[in-house]
């Protein structure tokens, strides 16, 4: 059935093998162009995001120096190791514990944004 086809078409078969390399390659086209439009629309919309939300690390460093506090003080007051404040502050500790985030909030009287 398949070979009836082209018998009706009138190709013969050196037609036939070269005409799906236009086919492959206008639809990898197709898709390259609609991967790249998306990705610039998700790109923009995580710019976006980025520019409107404080990570929890930008709003511990921001509310300390607003109650002039240094890194020190706050790390006592919390009760938890400089290095881990300084991590949480640089955004660099992937997934600080709830016990330390809540023990920054207790110390700063605030609750962080998330």
Do not use: C
């Not at 086809?5 to 990898?28: A, E, R, V």
């Not at 990705?39 to 976006?48: D, E, I, M, N, T």
């Amino acid at each position: 059935m398949y070979k009836d086809s082209f018998k009706y078409l009138n190709l013969h078969n050196s037609t036939i093998k070269y005409l799906h390399l236009p086919i492959l390659l206008f639809t990898f086209a197709i898709i390259v162009i609609r991967f790249r439009f998306e990705w610039r629309q998700g790109q923009a919309v995580s710019h976006f995001i980025k520019s409107k939300i404080m990570t929890i690390g930008e709003q511990l460093e921001t509310e300390r120096k607003r109650q002039n506090l240094t890194q020190d003080q706050l790390k006592i007051m919390a009760g938890i190791s400089l290095d881990t404040l300084r991590r949480i502050e640089k955004n660099k500790s992937k997934n600080p514990s709830l016990f330390t985030i809540r023990a920054i909030e207790k110390a700063l009287g605030i609750t962080f944004e998330i």
